[in-house]
């Protein structure tokens, strides 16, 4: 046995990617074929295999870091749509943000309403940092210090309580950095989607990173064509479709999923999988087994798959044999967490002021309601003028409270991963509303497999659903 790095300070990200392409084929070891390989013949390489006749997982081989600064969290939405690649990105809710920290969509340049969209952005900041003193004073009654904690943890504590509220006024526009590691083929078909996209800042971007990446992987990144004709089509056919009423705000289940899809026999398929893993049954005889359990049964083989995971254990992949459905509600600023989620199918709709918005309750306690819901509806009123002419452009001006939808296509590992990370004390306070109310929703259809991931007590879930006042209308116009 040999283990060893073939270092990226030694060979570029496309000779490492031939060096494990030609496995497949050589007799030598990865270190003898990485030292031949030169840079032409390791881009005469690719042109052959990966982009002439398509073996396109080489390229997965090659890997880049790239950084990214002061683009708009619109725009991220696009790039972090990428599934197979890694993110880290600047937060809102453990910085507080300058005046201007916002992007002013290339569109706008020059355009009538440039002006009308710089002062919504202004207000929405100047709202931004006017909460933040009110409201840390009654964070800070709501938040003693606990036992053991020195008075930097809670000074740390208060100040992401607090940013946690405010964050409801950014809009958008509000600029982000966000390292991203990714391979060439997932970048490849990241950037062809982004090339495709309706914003001037998010084809821009892509034109950087681009530019950026082919500095390192020249080859492999040398045909990255728009992938327009699928959005188009998409696009038309939206356009031609019959207005419908939109449902009244107040009857909107807000951060409560609704299942629309789940196998009634989705619990009975993991525990019989996770039989299966260990017994010599065939599979329907491990579902007839499970199917014919005494519910005690049933908890006792869920308990065996479930019951005994430590923090850091990922359960076994046998949940992924269920999968669900469900649509959500949730503000603007949950659904930018709960986008990160990569590994779930997310279809979101677009961003706009119409569902109606979301008041953190510790704002009308610092006495500044008002102030929220006037920056709240100036931006609404924004939104309006500028969809008018561009909706796309349009979002850009919506805040972090605003209330967006989104249709979800998760299996049960998923779920589980999304619950326990998501209703920890330290998530936001959204998160753990939506990721408990998903886990209640769970639980009433498969109960044997969520039994093991605790509910908050009452005292906890009185404070969570408390955390929220609205929903408050939105413009209301639209499908
Ligand atoms: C309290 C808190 C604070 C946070 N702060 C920040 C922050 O400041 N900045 C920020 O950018 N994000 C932050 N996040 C988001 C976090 O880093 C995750 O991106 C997000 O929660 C999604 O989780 P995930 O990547 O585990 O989930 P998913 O993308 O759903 O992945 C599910 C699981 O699949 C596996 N997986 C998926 N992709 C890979 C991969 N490429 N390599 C290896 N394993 C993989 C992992 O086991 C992962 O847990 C924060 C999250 C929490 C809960």
Same mark, same amino acid.
């Given at each position: 046995m040999r283990v060893y790095l073939l270092s990226s300070q030694t060979y570029t990200p496309e000779v490492i990617a031939v060096a494990f392409a030609k496995t497949s084929r050589s007799p030598e070891p990865f270190d003898v074929i990485a030292r031949e390989i030169s840079a032409e013949q390791s881009a005469a390489f690719h042109e052959k295999w @990966? =982009? %002439? !006749? %398509?073996? +396109?997982? @080489? +390229? #997965?081989? +090659?890997v880049v870091h790239i950084a990214i600064e002061g683009v708009s969290r619109l725009a991220l939405e696009a790039l972090e749509s990428a599934r197979l690649a890694s993110f880290t990105e600047k937060s809102t809710r453990y910085q507080i943000l300058d005046a201007d920290a916002f992007v002013r969509p290339p569109e706008l340049q020059g355009h009538p309403l440039a002006d009308r969209y710089e002062a919504a952005a202004r207000h929405l900041f100047a709202a931004y940092h006017a909460l933040q003193e009110p409201v840390q004073r009654v964070l800070r009654l709501h938040e003693p210090t606990r036992t053991g904690e020195t008075s930097t943890q809670w000074a740390r504590r208060n100040r992401t309580a607090y940013m946690d509220v405010c964050r409801f006024l950014l809009p958008a526009a509000t600029q982000a950095n966000v390292g991203m590691t990714v391979n060439a083929r997932e970048l490849a078909h990241t950037l062809r989607k982004m090339l495709a996209h309706p914003l001037a800042e998010v084809r821009a971007l892509a034109e950087r990173i681009h530019a950026a990446a082919r500095a390192s992987i020249p080859t492999l990144l040398r045909y990255v064509e728009p992938d327009h004709a699928t959005q188009q089509a998409l696009a038309q056919l939206a356009a031609a479709l019959p207005p419908i009423g939109q449902r009244p705000v107040a009857t909107l289940p807000i !951060? @409560?999923? =609704? $299942?629309?899809r789940w196998d009634p026999e989705g619990e009975s398929r993991v525990l019989a999988a996770a039989l299966y893993r260990v017994a010599a049954w065939d599979y329907a005889s491990a579902l007839a087994y499970v199917q014919s359990a005494s519910s005690e049964a049933r908890f006792d083989l869920a308990r065996a798959l479930l019951g005994h995971l430590t923090r850091h254990d990922i359960p076994l992949? #046998? $949940? #992924?044999h269920t999968w669900y459905t469900a649509e959500v509600v949730l503000d603007q600023g949950a659904f930018y967490e709960l986008k990160r989620h990569r590994m779930m199918t997310q279809t979101p709709q677009a961003l706009h002021p119409r569902l109606g918005y979301m008041m953190p309750r510790a704002v009308a306690e610092a006495g500044m309601a008002e102030r929220y819901h006037e920056a709240m509806r100036h931006a609404a009123a924004t939104y309006e003028a500028l969809a008018a002419w561009n909706s796309h452009v349009a979002s850009y001006i919506v805040p972090n409270g605003y209330l967006r939808r989104v249709l979800l296509t998760f299996n049960a590992r998923q779920a589980y991963h999304l619950i326990r990370l998501r209703s920890a004390p330290n998530a936001h306070a959204s998160m753990r509303l939506f990721a408990y109310h998903l886990l209640a929703a769970l639980r009433k259809v498969h109960p044997a497999l969520y039994a093991f991931l605790p509910m908050p007590d009452e005292a906890e879930w009185a404070r969570l659903t408390k955390y929220l006042m609205g929903p408050y209308p939105g413009t209301g116009k639209g499908s």
């Open positions: @990966v =982009i %002439g !006749y %398509g073996h +396109a997982s @080489v +390229a #997965e081989h +090659a !951060y @409560v999923p =609704i $299942l629309h992949r #046998e $949940l #992924e």
